[in-house]
């Protein structure tokens, strides 16, 4: 069983900054490629980041120069840094962790419940 908290959220105002965690928990072996999704209302969820287990990392354009992703894995965490937040950015944010239960298991895909990020003024 593993479960990801995260944490962070909150309301921001446009140019702020706001730093996401997501620590993982339970019966973890190893960690594959942890990611940041989004859902802003009528939308669907997109992908926003992603870091692999060996520290590469992909974005989306839309944030690209804002936004950072990062991931300690002695803490079995990953975050989010975003800088110069737009109205754009306001979405219910997911963690998600491709996770190895143990060492002949297949990596399992796992998601946090997400967390609000409102960006307004």
């Known amino acids: 069983q593993v479960q990801l908290l995260e944490s962070g959220g909150g309301l921001v105002q446009p140019g702020g900054s706001l730093r996401l965690s997501c620590a993982a928990s339970?019966?973890?072996?190893?960690?594959?490629?942890m990611a940041w999704h989004r859902q802003a209302p009528g939308k669907q969820r997109e992908l926003v980041a992603t870091?692999?287990?060996?520290?590469?990392?992909s974005y989306a354009d839309s944030v690209k120069g804002r936004f950072t992703i990062s991931r300690d894995n002695a803490k079995n965490t990953v975050y989010l840094q975003m800088n110069s937040l737009k109205s754009e950015d306001t979405a219910v944010y997911y963690c998600?962790?491709?996770?190895?239960?143990?060492?002949?298991?297949?990596?399992?895909?796992?998601w946090g419940q997400g967390t609000q990020v409102t960006v307004s003024s």
């Open positions: 998600y962790a491709a996770v190895q239960v143990n060492r002949w298991s297949l990596p399992i895909p796992y």
């Open positions: 339970g019966s973890i072996f190893s960690i594959k490629t």
């Open positions: 870091i692999g287990s060996g520290g590469g990392t």
